[in-house]
């Protein structure tokens, strides 16, 4: 997460070269004052010798690959959205490919895959697992979608999950230094089919609608009507709305100006806010 030794092997010319150099230079003669002496330089050296065996022993044991980037991790959360409700297999797998890790601060790798919602900066969060999980599911009901408008980019996550679901993914954040971050995160995933826009959410992207899915990572007293007014005949729209007290709600295009809506689960969102920053 060694030099050769120079002596051995010798090479096929070292013979002579040893015998070249004991005729030139004979060695020094042998006395029992030198045997003590040698003795003496040869316990001293022992110890030292020792001492670095030991250390190559005790060396660490190379590095392995971190637990966050297993697939086992992945698949535990997985399971766990599943237990909570969520039986779109699509949407399944698709949190299954996308490494939720590389889209939370370092400093909380640790909990990429608890299901709970993570600050991203600027007072901003990463949305957990299962809310991911759960309002694109509503979204999608089981059909097909082609294009889909993702209000609140953030971290890229929701986005890169969505683009493994839609055909064509648009996504808006209001703050550029979370639209840069997002950028960041998910240019090593190559994901041809989403395009991330820096604006104001709450005006959606009416050059590219009608969708036939939006959906918003921020919650407001109610659904912009700019947004409604992007649906498809047929669209969902899954949002969070409210302040102190939020839930779920799912809204339908059902005419080209008349939508039905239905309350669903309580969530906790930040708050979806104008403009630009």
Not at 232 to 256: D, W, Y
């Amino acid at each position: 997460m060694s030099g050769k030794n120079p002596v051995f092997p010798l090479t096929w010319s070292a013979p002579d070269a040893l015998r070249k150099s004991r005729s030139a230079a004979p060695g020094p003669i042998a006395t029992p004052q030198t045997a003590t002496r040698n003795a003496a330089s040869n316990a001293l050296a022992q110890p030292s010798a020792a001492k670095s065996s030991s250390v190559a022993r005790e060396l660490p044991p190379a590095p392995r690959q971190p637990a966050l980037v297993s697939e086992a991790v992945r698949r535990t959360m997985v399971a766990r959205v599943a237990r909570q409700g969520v039986k779109d297999q699509l949407v399944l797998a698709a949190l299954m490919t996308v490494p939720r890790h590389a889209f939370v601060q370092d400093g909380l790798a640790s909990q990429a895959y608890i299901d709970a919602a993570l600050p991203i900066g600027h007072q901003q969060t990463i949305s957990k697992p299962y809310i991911v999980a759960r309002m694109i599911e509503v979204m999608r009901a089981g059909a097909s979608l082609q294009r889909v408008l993702e209000i609140g980019t953030g971290c890229g996550y929701q986005a890169a999950v969505l683009a493994r679901v839609a055909l064509e993914v648009y996504s808006i954040e209001r703050i550029k230094p979370l639209h840069e971050l997002a950028k960041s995160n998910l240019r090593p995933m190559r994901l041809p089919n989403l395009r991330l826009h820096y604006g104001d959410g709450m005006l959606g992207l009416p050059q590219a609608a009608p969708f036939d899915g939006i959906i918003l990572a921020a919650a407001g007293l109610e659904v912009p009507q700019a947004l409604l007014d992007q649906l498809a005949i047929g669209g969902r729209l899954v949002a969070p709305v409210g302040a102190a007290s939020q839930h779920l709600q799912l809204t339908t295009r059902v005419g080209k100006a008349e939508w039905i809506s239905e309350t669903l689960e309580s969530c906790h969102f930040v708050p979806l806010c104008p403009g630009m920053a």
